[in-house]
């Protein structure tokens, strides 16, 4: 991505270490004697979110009595613009940092779509080798991967350019669905705001739960998601129909997904074959027909509870035969029921008891 215009650049000087005041509301003599040292690599086009957000969960942190000292570090000491065009301030080169207890590196939406540059892999290398611990937020599992840091272990990314991952790291074992993951002193997390889990989870292992969990409550967030990152992806991926006869068929379930929309009566509304209907779902859209209905009252059941609908209501709304059919297919989907995924991701306040 080229940078922004210098008219639409804003400079953003960095200041995340403890605050002077030092005033905070943790028990006396949770922090170290030295403070832990975490350095965030920076490069033009990194996602400014990948940034922040972990960086205010450990800023966070020091005001309840934690000491980490936050540097931005770029491949060469120059500063850098985000995907935003704001323009960041760096503190160094990496060269400049030779004893660190944590590396963060960024994503961006630039490396799924291109190879990594050499001179970005290299200061992942660098820094990598003077930390204590190395993490990746979001599509930053590209630049570990480029550095030969993945290989050998678990990862995640974003569920979007995991395939990608794989393809470009058969060394490393990617896990799509994971928020994020830890193998040794090796982390990697998922999409964007899965950068705030995993600086809580690095939280909790220096400070403990109780620590973290005050952060947590701090900046609003759960401490700890249930599911994975399915729970965020739409269940119907993909382009649509070639075939105006399949078009029609997925139109009317769209349209009415309590209608009976068994194999038997779709074909007969198209006046074809059972195994002729079948074999259109297979051929265009990779799936069933059965599992195509599904997924489509699963996405309506998930927008009713959105809403504020009750999980029973939910399940009639959007054709499912009842509650325990519906329950079924969200844990299968997302590893928790939907009374759990509205307690989490509702923007409404009323909850289904059950």
């Given at each position: 991505?080229?940078?922004a ?8 000087p ?49 005001r ?61 290398r ?55 993951v ?22 909790e ?15 609003v ?38 209608g009976d ?33 599904e ?15 009750t ?11 009842s ?32």
């Open positions: 991505m080229p940078p215009s210098p008219a639409r650049q804003r400079s953003v960095v200041a995340y270490g403890r605050s002077p005041s030092g005033s905070g509301s943790g028990e006396a003599g949770v922090a170290d004697a030295a403070p832990r040292r975490v350095a965030i690599l920076v490069y033009d086009g990194v996602t400014l979110l990948d940034v922040a957000g972990p960086a205010e969960v450990f800023k966070e942190a020091n309840v009595g934690a000491d980490y000292r936050i540097v931005l570090l770029s491949p060469t000491g120059a500063d850098v613009t985000s995907n935003l065009g704001v323009r960041i301030a760096v503190d160094g080169a990496v060269s400049s940092e030779t004893a660190l207890d944590t590396l963060l590196v960024a994503g961006s939406d630039l490396y799924p779509r291109a190879r990594v540059p050499g001179d970005l892999a290299d200061a992942a660098i820094s990598a080798a003077a930390a204590g611990r190395v993490a990746s937020i979001c599509t930053g599992a590209f630049v570990l991967a480029a550095a030969g840091l993945l290989d050998g272990k678990r990862a995640t990314t974003h569920w979007k350019v995991a395939h990608e991952l794989a393809a470009r790291c058969p060394a490393c074992r990617v896990e799509p669905d994971a928020i994020y830890r193998d040794g002193t090796t982390y990697t997390s998922a999409g964007v705001a899965a950068g705030i889990d995993l600086a809580l989870a690095l939280v292992e220096d400070h403990g739960p109780d620590l973290a969990r005050d952060v947590a409550r701090a900046l967030v759960y401490m700890q998601r249930a599911g994975g990152q399915s729970q965020f992806s739409a269940p119907l991926q993909g382009p649509p129909p070639r075939s105006s006869a399949l078009r029609e068929v997925t139109d009317l379930v769209t349209a009415n997904p309590c929309h068994s194999l038997g009566e779709l074909a007969k509304h198209l006046n074809v074959s059972t195994r002729h209907l079948t074999r259109l779902f297979r051929d265009e859209l990779s799936t069933t027909p059965a599992r195509y209905v997924n489509i009252r699963f996405d309506m059941a998930r927008a009713l509870l959105d809403q504020g609908h999980a029973t209501q939910a399940a009639a709304l959007a054709g499912f035969p509650y325990e059919s519906m329950r079924r297919v969200f844990a299968r989907k997302l590893s928790i029921s939907p009374a759990a995924y509205q307690r989490r991701f509702s923007t409404a306040r009323r909850v289904d008891a059950g």
